[in-house]
């Protein structure tokens, strides 16, 4: 029995060690490319350098499609947690009719396909005569992101403690104050997830914004249609930077809440 | 409830507004998701019918109400269909393997690294997506390590390479979509009660038993879960097939993608895009049926 659970516990642990392997190897790869002296071209290892990470912006256009990306993700992002974050609460706070239709309204985009998604915009965008481009890629962004906040925002709202409102409302706090001193700041660290949440999503995307991006480039689509002839190393030092900041986001926000709670 | 339980009874003239409230807390967000998802649909919907100008530019179409588009995007690419439902089933398949157990060990064997390794799951996707498939696509190609390994160790001949494969499409695939099985599967065992687990033991359970009559159908949630998450993307993808894949590896995606940029073909992009989304759509209603778990959203 002892030699089945040690060899048990194990496996699992070897399991782990595998897939967590496997998960980052790419990921080692982007970032061991990064240093590498390689040109225009980062197909092959050529000799280490500091180069890339000291001149990130380097390669011609790839600090304007980082630009483009970043202002999307920003401006989708604010007004996705702002629609989202009202829808959640309306849902998680309270009854009114029409309520399965409107879960199935968030539902539909995340069961959709990105590609239908984005070409479905883009034929609309099309026949009213709308050009695509920033606004539209804000747009699209938006919408598939509102989805994301909802469900995040809401399972937060849900977790909550009915009591602390409560006793709020018993101190002789009015609805307004119950909500902004107690309600508020509780569903804030779901917020703040949400909203890290979309940025991804929309920094990230390429096939919708593809789609209706026109001329605009953003870097998920830099990063496409340089593959046809090599990436530039800089991509490689911009994608890393990505990752070491958003692990950096992600562990403050969790030391900061762990210190809160105590 | 507690709202109206402490509100309720002093302020009536309010009441109105509070049933007002929620309606307006939706309206923006659903004023939006009407105008940039319903509407495309039903535009979508009607392109799908229409037929080119008898002598207009390319580009230019019609309504003709014409059903027979629908029939003739299926016929003409009937193979890129099954190939996407295909690789999405074998891509689900697969994560399911590689997640349930990484899930698992965090949920119940890490201790106080539980939250770390949760945020190393979710941390390679903060590197693009397509610079990860393309990091894949040189590994696996022909300047990479691993070909000359399998090679050297013949596992695969002299001949065979990995890249431009259905093998590394469905590689491709497994990986972009591993968080979105992994956090499911990782928040429904993580709600689990271990004295559900330690009951199954002292009732002379052995662990397999254990896992087979507690563990996994206490974790069905979450891999209905998963396995949507996963599933609906990869069926719809075309990044993957079009960087790791050859012409015999197109999924209705990349179809999709070049009626509409390159053929201007409306119409048949537009059907295509209709079955796949119903076709989606029934597969999911179906196994969430089956599954008996509604509670998704």
Known sequence: MRITWWFRKNLIRVYMVLGFTYLFIPVAYTFAFSFNNGGKSNLVWKGFTLGNWQNPCGAPDVCVALGNSIRVGVISTVLAT????????????????????????????????????????????????????????????????????????????????PRLEQAAMDLYANEFETFRKVTLPLVAPGIAGAALLAFSLSFDDFIITNFNSGTLTTFPKFVYVASARGIPPQANVIGSAMFFLALFIVIAGQLVSRRKAR | MAFLHAAGSKVTSLKEKRSLLPYLLLAPGMLWLFTFFILPIVNLAQTSTQTPLANGDTGSYEQTFRFANYIDAFVDNKEQFGRS??????????????????????????????NLLLVLVVAPFFTSFLLRTIAWKQILGEEGPVISVFRGLHIIGENTSLTASSFAVVTGLTYNFLPFMTLPLYASLERIDP????????????????FRKVTLPLSLPGVVAGTLLTFIPAAGDYVNAAILGNPNTKMLGNVI??????????PTAAALSFTLMTAILILVTIYIRKAGTEELV
């Open chain 2, 85 to 114: 439902f295909l690789y999405a089933f074998l891509a689900t398949a697969l994560a399911l393997a590689i997640a349930y157990p990484l899930a698992y060990g965090i949920a119940f064997k890490s201790g106080k690294y539980k």
């Open chain 2, 257 to 266: 993608e070049s009626r509409f940029f390159k053929i201007v073909d409306y």
């Open chain 1, 82 to 161: 702002v629609l989202g974050t009202l829808i959640a609460f309306a849902i998680g706070r309270h009854q009114f009719k029409g309520r399965s239709f409107t879960n199935t309204l968030i539902f539909l985009p995340m069961a959709t396909p990105e590609v239908v998604l984005g070409a479905s915009l883009l034929a609309m965008f099309l026949n009213l005569g709308i050009n695509p481009g920033f606004w539209p890629v804000v747009i699209a962004h938006v919408m598939f992101c509102i989805s994301f906040v909802v469900v995040t925002v809401k399972a937060r709202i849900a977790s909550l403690d």
């Open chain 2, 195 to 210: 004295r559900t687990m330690e009951a199954a033991g002292d009732l002379y359970a052995n662990a397999f038993t254990t």
